[in-house]
């Protein structure tokens, strides 16, 4: 009976350190989390959940190693939980091993076909390693699963950019300005793709856009400088140009003067 009362009592005390130790995990305090995941893994060595929360612990610290052994011991103990072999690809990239990523995320996938963060981080690999298609393809998937997933839509207009498919990428992009009126960087990156195809009206209006929002970008001066140089109206772009080399300078302090 003795021995039946101390293992309630582990247990009681291991769901209590892990429920705190997912407490920190959400207030972003990783070495308390830490702490007490530890314990809860010290008094139920079979959780993988434990193993999995710290594992999340250590790859925001950095510590990708440690994740990685934490994501590799719940995914023994618990095989069939998409959470490991996809926390475990994503520490993978984040460690430059992307085939690895490639091979856990593709397995998370297989277990759990519409979990878009599996998708997205595939891409992200898919992309490290130049494979533009692939990308591409689960970034696709993503968007089916989320069909105005603005970030999806994002990357996907850049890779559809550096192919030259501008249509494509102009689409996108047009779901992300619905989705967020706001973002600076769209305009701007709408502005560059209508200016490769040779749309320089439209090109200007959207860098102009993207000034509006963001008026100390001097990269979105620049870029509104040679959409205006191009349809021949240097003063405008002069004085674009003067204007980004004015936001590139470094802030210079006033009222430095001894008192």
Known sequence: ???LVTIGCDAERAADVFHK??????????RNAIRYLSEAIQLKPDSSSAYNHRGVAY???GQL???????????????DDADGYSNRGVTFVGAGEYNKAIDDLSKA???????????????????????REMAIEDLTAAIRLI???ASAHDRRSSLYFKQQDFERAIQDLNVVIANDPGNAAAYSHRGLTYQQQGDLERAIDNFTQAIQRAPGEAEYFA???AAYRGCGEVTLADADLAEAE?????AVEQNLRPR
């Not at 190693?65 to 095989?79: E, G, Y």
């Open 223 to 225: 870029r509104r400088a």
């Open 147 to 149: 069909p105005r997933l």
């Open 1 to 3: 009976m003795l021995l």
């Open 109 to 131: 996938i297989t277990l759990q076909p519409d979990n878009v963060d599996s998708y997205l981080s595939r891409a992200v690999a898919y992309e490290f390693l130049d494979e």
């Open 21 to 30: 130790g997912n407490e920190c995990l959400a207030k972003d305090d990783y």
């Open 246 to 250: 004015r936001l590139r300078q470094p």
């Open 59 to 61: 790859y925001q610290q």
């Open 65 to 79: 190693d440690k994740a990685v052994a934490d994501f590799s011991v719940a995914i023994r103990l618990n095989p």
